[in-house]
């Protein structure tokens, strides 16, 4: 695989105050290559992405494409030489039609008006080519999270980009989707465009990738062909440190049930959905985008009203006047897909995101004891190895992956008894995965129930001790983890209407 270097990065430093988050990154991209940039939370992947899209000027270093010098270019100009990237956090507007910010980067004018018909036009082509069907009047706040993905992937297409960065699109989308992503990129790739992809998904890397790059303390350490790049080398060259248990088994003995929930039904979301969870038992819900998942827990935290049915705590049920404020009251957490809008306070720091909602843990007589409150952020901060480990660093300057990890941690201080998680280790680096599901084995073996949402089939495999499969809002089935395969599990959700009655 040789051809022109297509990008050419040089000596790129770029420093944050004390944090070295480039620290003299050397590297060369191919054309027609999809390239993998993989490392842990906080390695420097996304701020080099935004120092070549020129959102930062480097301390130091060059970037070239094409031989051509374009450090220090601002985004637009970036954006006209041919190279998009798409950014970690989504750069959506909500209210906005799906139309309009597909559109949003290039508005095409005719005489400085907006020409909408040629627009329309451009975006059924891309959508096409992408092989997505939206109705393209419809809000984007009112689809999906990895919906949006696809709506973000349409306007880097749209230009027909000859370098596309994707700093994390799979993050947190299905395996279906994953697939329909993995063919975007290889026909790009058929038409001459080079993929830069950032992913802590290793396994998936290895299905669409050609090279792997190995980012660690700012610096690129390793660059290999896919194939002579082992798994296990890779991961711990990533980590600088074997990883020896991933998935603690956990053998728990079960309880009563804590949870029951009995024929749930939610507009179309929702199709008279029952299941129970003990004391003790992890039991994941997994499905495609649009199956149903978040909906199920955000009912069971009383952030959703479902039409009917009903959901049983201890025996008792949750109705009428269910609502969050009752859930945490009667020992139910939740940790929200959309961490970023949900989850966090962008501007506080580290520490006072992490005792925002553990206040009865620090505060006496109402005053908050602020030693207590550092002890607290402190402890958690050790716990999943936040980087850097500053809990008086604002959030919003971690790593998306490192952001999680708070979030997370913001919830495992108080004992609770039924713990939802939805998709909680999306983002997360293979290091904090590990931690992440040795928390949660913790909290099983400590007698808690756990609702893990994930689109990870792995991790449901890895860890729950029941697997229920969903297929637009239905149960089509529940598998047992210790005799079910991947594939079993991928079949039932993608050919699920077979089984769906
Ligand atoms: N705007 C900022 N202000 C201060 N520090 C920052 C800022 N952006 C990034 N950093 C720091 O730079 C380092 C590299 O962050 P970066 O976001 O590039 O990591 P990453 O490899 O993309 O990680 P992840 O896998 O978690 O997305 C981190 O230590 C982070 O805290
Ligand atoms: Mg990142």
Same mark, same amino acid.
């Given at each position: ?14 420093? %944050?105050?004390?944090? *070295?988050? /480039? ?39 060059? #970037? ?11 985004? #637009? ?32 004018? @005719? ?12 975006? @059924?082509?891309?959508?096409? %080519?992408?092989?997505?069907? #939206?109705?393209?009047?419809? +809000?984007?706040? $009112?689809? $999906? ?7 973000? /992937? ?16 799979? $993050? ?9 992503? %993995? ?24 299905? &669409? ?19 002579? #790049? ?15 248990? %991933? ?14 929930v009995v024929n749930l039904k939610f507009?179309?979301?929702i199709?008279g959905v029952?299941?129970? &969870? @003990?004391?003790?038992?992890?039991? !994941? ?11 199920i827990?955000?009912s ?6 479902p039409?009917?049915g009903?959901i049983?705590?201890?025996?008792? +049920? ?22 970023? +809008? ?20 620090? $505060? ?68 904090? *995965? !590990? ?28 860890? !729950?001790? @029941? ?23 991928? !079949? ?10």
């Open positions: 695989m040789t051809g022109n270097i297509v990008i050419k990065i040089r000596g790129v430093k770029k420093y %944050f105050g004390a944090t *070295k988050a /480039l620290d003299g990154v050397d590297l060369e991209i191919y054309e027609n290559e999809v390239h993998a940039i993989v490392g842990s939370n906080g390695a420097g992947k996304s701020t080099l992405m935004k120092t070549l899209g020129g959102e930062y000027v480097p301390d130091e270093g060059k #970037f070239y494409y094409l031989d051509e010098d374009i450090t220090g270019l601002t985004p #637009f100009q970036i954006q006209k030489k041919g190279i998009q990237i798409v950014h970690q956090v989504l750069n959506i507007v909500d209210s906005m039609s799906i139309l309009e910010n597909i559109l949003l980067a290039s508005p095409p004018t @005719k005489n400085v008006v907006l020409d909408w018909k040629e627009g329309k036009a451009k975006v @059924k082509e891309v959508l096409e %080519f992408i092989g997505i069907d #939206f109705d393209l009047s419809k +809000t984007v706040g $009112s689809l $999906s999270i990895s919906e949006q993905q696809f709506v973000v /992937l349409a306007r880097a297409l749209i230009n027909k980009p000859k370098v596309l960065v994707l700093d994390e699109p799979n $993050s947190k989308i299905g395996l279906e989707e994953t697939e329909k992503l %993995f063919a975007v990129i290889r026909k790009l790739k058929a038409h001459g465009t080079t993929t830069i992809y950032i992913s802590h998904r290793i396994e998936e890397i290895y299905q &669409v990738c050609d090279k792997i790059s190995v980012f660690r303390d700012g610096k690129c350490i390793d660059t290999r062909a896919t194939k002579d #790049f082992p798994q296990d080398e890779l991961v711990t060259m990533m980590l600088g440190k074997k990883l020896d248990v %991933f998935f603690p088994k956990a053998n728990v003995e079960t309880g009563t049930e804590i949870l029951k507009k179309d979301k199709n029952s299941f129970y &969870v @003990k004391y003790g038992e992890i039991v !994941s819900l997994v499905g495609a985008v649009g199956a149903g998942k978040t909906e827990v955000n069971i935290y009383g952030i959703l009203r039409d009917s009903d049983l705590i201890d025996n008792n +049920t949750v109705f009428p006047n269910h609502s969050p404020r009752k859930a945490i009251k009667i020992g139910i957490a939740l940790v929200p897909e959309d961490r970023a +809008t949900q989850g966090m306070i962008g501007e506080y720091t580290v520490k006072n995101n992490l005792t925002a909602i553990n206040m009865k843990n620090i $505060s006496k007589n109402s005053f908050i004891q602020l030693k207590k409150e550092v002890k607290l952020a402190q402890e958690l901060n050790d716990k999943l190895s936040v980087t850097p480990n500053d809990i008086n660093y604002i959030i919003q300057s971690l790593s998306g992956g490192n952001q999680q990890k708070v979030i997370i941690g913001k919830w495992l201080v108080d004992p609770y008894k039924l713990y939802l998680l939805d998709e909680v280790t999306a983002g997360v680096d293979i290091g904090a *995965k !590990s931690e992440i599901y040795q928390l949660l084995g913790d909290l099983a073996r400590g007698g808690a129930g756990v609702v893990l949402a994930t689109s990870d089939i792995e991790e449901a495999i890895g860890l !729950s001790d @029941k697997i229920i499969i969903l297929f637009k809002g239905k149960i089509v089935r529940e598998v047992d983890p210790k005799v079910t395969t991947k594939d079993e599990i991928l !079949s039932y959700i993608m050919g699920a209407e077979k089984y769906a009655q």
